[in-house]
């Protein structure tokens, strides 16, 4: 513990000397790095018994306690507890997807299985693994031009609670497939529930992170596209609502770092500096998220991205027997969700196509393939 403390005692005694202000310098980054590299030494030396969560508990504890510290030194002691934690893999940035789960972790829809010391998804008479339903190639295109909302819902568990907009029964019949297909221990993220009404809309559906929260996440459907003549069209909302679901399950707090929700340009650089996997719009991947491997298997070729990002190439007309679907091309994410939804919609493929190799990407992990078993029954319950 003397070393942790002579190491950051260096932040409290230079603090006094600057001047105090958010903004990181080069001489803050500098800092950070040697102290920084100095608790990661003592962490990894087992022979002192010092861990990371000792390191993240006492930085708190001096950020919690000490009312004489300059904001300079509170965002330093901020930074570092950011970056521990992140570099070591606890708190929330504990990856649920690889660690050792215990029986008492998991939820009521999942059940325990000893050997593999993991949660999986219950499976009931529903389950058929050969039947295959419609996936049709959907436009869900970027949320802009939206018309406006008609009704916003809380969520909590499998309710939805008006806060804003007029209910109506189409609200509550789309909700009631979403809740009704995704097991609720798979989609505690989403807490916000929203519904446009827009014919001139291309966007079926989208989700996005809460702004202020931005480790929850909202979903937003638009009715004009579920409904023909008033009537629910079932195999395109069973397909959109799974796609936007692998949007949040391949996007959520376990998987992603999240940008800091900060001003301070270089707090932000120092993050992207920081990033050990895939950087997206959203934050740092996490190096064994399902969409850092995805991109690492399928999009690796880091010029080529750029290019399709920028709308300078197009994936799909490059190589259409890499995709399910012409939107899947658009981008890594559409293009994991889009074979998310394929890979729980179609029995597994027996071809060797890059697509094909995309949908059994997805068997590789047996939480995956838990949690499509359990949608298939929940999707064969609906039918």
């Known amino acids: 513990m003397k070393k942790i403390i002579a190491f950051l005692s260096v932040i409290v005694i230079l603090g006094v000397s600057f001047v105090m202000a958010y903004d990181l310098t080069d001489s803050d980054n500098d800092l950070l790095d040697r102290v920084e590299e100095k608790l990661m030494n003592v962490i990894d030396d087992e022979s002192n018994g010092i861990t990371a969560e000792v390191v993240v508990s006492y930085v708190n504890q001096i950020i919690d306690s000490r009312s004489d510290l300059s904001e300079r030194q509170l ?201 050990k996997g895939n950087l997206l719009q959203e934050g740092c991947l996490s190096s064994d998220a399902y969409l850092d491997d995805f991109i690492d298997a399928f999009w690796s070729d880091k010029d080529y991205l750029e290019k399709v990002r920028n709308e300078e190439a197009s994936a799909y007309e490059d190589s259409p027997e890499s995709f399910v679907t012409d939107y899947a091309g658009t981008n890594p994410g559409e293009d994991i969700a889009e074979s998310f939804t394929y890979f729980v919609l179609r029995a597994k493929p027996e071809g060797n196509t890059i697509a094909d190799q995309k949908l059994q990407f997805f068997y590789n992990y047996k939480k995956l393939d838990s949690l499509r078993k359990q949608i298939r029954s929940n999707l064969a319950a609906l039918k």
């Open 75 to 275: 965002t330093l002691f901020e930074v570092i507890v950011d970056d521990i934690a992140w570099e070591y893999e606890i708190g929330d940035y504990a990856w649920a997807t690889e660690e050792a789960m215990t029986a008492d972790m998991c939820y009521p829809d999942e059940y325990f299985d000893e050997e593999d010391q993991q949660c999986y998804y219950e499976e009931d008479e529903n389950y058929d693994d050969e039947t295959e339903y419609e996936s049709g190639d959907f436009s869900w295109g970027e949320p802009e031009g939206d018309g406006e909302l008609t009704a916003a819902y809380s969520v909590s568990g499998n309710t939805i609670t008006l806060v804003s907009g007029q209910d109506d029964v189409k609200n509550q019949e789309v909700w009631n497939i979403f809740s009704a297909l995704i097991p609720e221990s798979a989609r505690t993220d989403i807490a916000r529930f929203e519904l446009v009404d827009d014919p001139e809309s291309d966007t079926s559906a989208h989700v996005e992170q809460i702004e202020g929260n931005n480790t929850k996440w909202l979903m937003n459907v638009n009715l004009a596209s579920f409904y023909v003549d008033g009537v629910l069209e079932p195999e395109e909302s069973y397909a959109t609502l799974i796609h936007e679901f692998a949007h949040v399950l391949t996007l959520n707090k376990w998987q992603v770092r999240y940008y800091p929700e900060t001003d301070d340009e270089a707090l932000v650089q120092r993050f992207e500096d920081s990033c």
